[in-house]
C-alpha cells in the first residue's frame, strides 16, 4: 500500500508538470501603459521683484482725511520693511520671499503706519485659494498674549491689552488687512493688499509689542465653491 | 458584533475624513511685525538761577528764595539717559511787600515724542487765580493770586519764556507764554517763574500756590482748541 502511493506521487507530479506546459505553450501578447505623473507646486510667496513698502499717515483734523506723512511734517515714528527666506519654486523656478519683516520704531499715539503692497505672488502652478488669516500679537514689554477683536473678520479689528489693570481689555493698536480671505491666485499672478496699523491712546509708552500674520492659502480645487 | 462592526466602520470613515483634510496642499506667507512704542516725558532739567530782589544788598537781605527739583524720572531712551524732575518747588521765607523772587528753570523734552504745552492752571489754597497779563498772542503769562475770602491781591506771578533775539529785529525781547510751545526731543527751554508779593498780603501767613504745566503729544494739541491748532510755527 506504501509502496502504491509512492509509485502515485511521481505521476501526479507529472501530470501537474505537463498541465503547466500546455499552459504556456499557449500563444500570447499583452499591451502595457507606462504612466509618470508630476505634481505641479502649490508655492505662494511675497512678491520677488516689488520691493515693499510702508506708508505714515496722520488724521487731518481739519477735514478728518487722513494724510501721507506725520503731523505738521514732523519726522518722529518710523517704519521699515524687508523680506527675508527667499525661496526659488523647483517646478517653475520663479522665485519669492516667505516672509516680510515689518519694524515700527517710536510709534505713539495716533500714529497711522500702513504696509501698502502687500503683495503675495502665486510662483508654483497649482491656483492657491486663500483660507485662513492667523493674526496674533505679543507684548514683549509686559511678556504677555495681546487680545485680538474682530469687528470684520479676518479684516478689521484691534489688538488688546489691559493697560489700566481693570481686567478689561482696551484697543491698542487697530488692525485692518485688506480681502484676503477666499481671493485666488492663479500660478503666475499676483494679489496686492495692504495692512494699516493705527495706534491708540492706550498703547503703553516704551513698550515693545510684536504680531504676526500668516497667510495660508491651499488649492484651489479643495476649497469648495 | 453589530458594536464592534459599528466602531470599525466608525474609524474608517473617520480616518478617511482626516485624511482628506491632511492631503490639501497648503502654503503660506507671514508678516512678522515689530513695535517699539516712543516715550513721552517732559520735565525741569535744572534750575539755573534762584534769587531775589534782596540779595544784592547787605545787611537787608531778609527774604530767602529757595528753589528744588522733585519727582525724578530717568528717560530710557537718552544716551547716556537723562533725568527729568516734575515738579520745581520753590519756597520764600521771610516775604515782605514789593519783594520779589525769580526761578530760572530749563524745561526739557527728555521723550521721543514733540511735547505742545496746552495748558498752564495756576492755584492757591485759600487764594483765587486771576489773569492779568498776556503775550502779543493773547496767551497768560501772568497771573494774580488773590485772597479768596478777603478779595485782596497776595502775589503776582509771571511764567513765560523769551522769544529768541534771531527771531526779532528789535533788541527787547517779549515774553512769550509757555502755552502753544512745542518742545521737540531732546530740546530743553529756559523759562522764567518771577513772583512778587503785593502791599495787601498779609503778615505772618503762608501762602500756598501750585502752577500745573500741561504738556501733550504734538499731534493731538488741537484736541485743546484753535489756540493749538495748528500750532502758531507751522502755521502758513
Given amino acids: ?225 | 458584533m453589530e458594536k464592534a462592526l459599528g466602531m470599525f466602520m466608525v474609524l474608517i470613515i473617520a480616518l478617511a475624513m482626516t485624511g482628506v483634510a491632511v492631503s490639501h496642499w497648503s502654503d503660506n506667507v507671514q508678516v512678522q511685525g515689530t513695535v517699539h512704542m516712543g516715550d513721552f516725558i517732559v520735565g525741569w532739567l535744572d534750575i539755573k538761577d534762584c534769587s531775589d530782589s534782596d540779595d544784592p544788598f547787605p545787611g537787608k537781605d531778609l527774604a530767602e528764595v529757595k528753589c528744588r527739583l522733585e519727582d525724578p524720572e530717568t528717560s530710557v531712551h537718552h544716551e547716556p539717559p537723562v533725568t527729568i524732575y516734575h515738579t520745581l518747588v520753590v519756597e520764600v521765607e521771610n516775604a515782605y511787600p514789593h519783594y520779589w523772587a525769580q526761578c530760572v528753570v530749563d524745561i526739557k523734552n527728555a521723550g521721543t515724542i514733540p511735547a505742545h504745552i496746552v495748558e498752564i492752571t495756576v492755584a492757591g489754597t485759600g487764594l483765587v487765580a486771576v489773569e492779568n497779563k498776556w503775550d502779543g498772542n493773547g496767551r497768560p503769562i501772568g497771573w494774580r493770586l488773590d485772597n479768596a475770602r478777603s478779595g485782596k491781591e497776595v502775589l503776582n506771578i509771571e511764567l513765560y519764556k523769551f522769544l529768541p533775539l534771531a527771531d526779532l529785529s528789535v533788541s527787547v525781547r517779549p515774553k512769550m507764554s509757555l502755552i502753544c510751545n512745542q518742545i521737540d526731543p531732546c530740546q530743553d527751554e529756559v523759562v522764567y517763574l518771577w513772583l512778587d508779593i503785593k502791599q495787601t498780603a498779609e503778615e505772618c501767613h503762608t501762602y500756598e500756590f501750585t502752577i500745573d504745566i500741561l504738556a501733550v503729544q504734538w499731534n493731538m494739541a488741537w484736541e485743546w482748541g484753535i489756540d493749538h491748532y495748528p500750532p502758531p510755527p507751522m502755521r502758513d
Avoid at chain 1, 501603459?33 to 511675497?46: K, N, P, Q, S
Avoid at chain 1, 499717515?57 to 501721507?68: E, I, S, T
Avoid at chain 1, 514683549?140 to 495681546?146: I, Q
Avoid at chain 1, 492663479?186 to 500674520?213: R, S
Wanted: hydrophobic fraction near 35%.
Fill in chain 1, 1 to 225: 500500500m506504501q509502496d502504491k502511493k509512492i509509485l502515485l506521487m511521481p505521476l501526479m507530479i507529472m501530470l501537474a508538470l505537463s498541465i503547466s506546459g500546455v499552459a504556456f505553450s499557449t500563444w500570447s501578447d499583452n499591451v502595457k501603459i507606462r504612466g509618470t505623473v508630476e505634481m505641479g507646486t502649490l508655492t505662494i510667496a511675497i512678491d520677488y521683484d516689488e520691493t515693499p513698502l510702508c506708508q505714515e499717515f496722520y488724521r487731518d483734523p481739519d477735514n478728518g482725511q487722513l494724510m501721507p506723512g506725520e503731523y505738521c511734517g514732523k519726522n518722529v515714528g518710523s517704519c521699515n520693511i524687508s523680506r527675508e527666506d527667499l525661496i526659488t519654486d523647483p517646478h517653475t523656478g520663479k522665485m519669492g520671499y516667505k516672509k516680510v519683516v515689518w519694524t515700527i520704531n517710536n510709534a505713539y499715539p495716533s500714529y497711522y503706519c500702513s504696509y501698502i503692497n502687500f503683495k503675495i505672488r502665486n510662483i508654483g502652478n497649482v491656483a492657491a485659494h486663500i483660507v485662513e488669516v492667523i493674526v496674533t500679537g505679543y507684548d514683549n514689554t509686559d511678556k504677555e498674549e495681546l487680545g485680538l477683536r474682530w469687528d470684520v473678520p479676518y479684516r478689521e479689528g484691534a489688538f488688546t491689552n489691559d493697560v489700566d489693570g481693570d481686567r478689561e481689555n482696551e484697543d491698542i493698536i487697530n488692525i485692518e488687512i485688506g480681502k484676503l480671505i477666499c481671493e485666488q491666485i492663479d500660478p503666475c499672478t499676483w494679489y496686492k493688499t495692504e495692512i494699516d496699523l493705527h495706534f491708540k491712546q492706550e498703547a503703553e509708552e516704551c513698550h515693545t509689542y510684536t504680531f504676526e500674520i500668516v497667510v495660508i492659502a491651499i488649492e484651489w480645487i479643495s476649497a469648495g465653491p
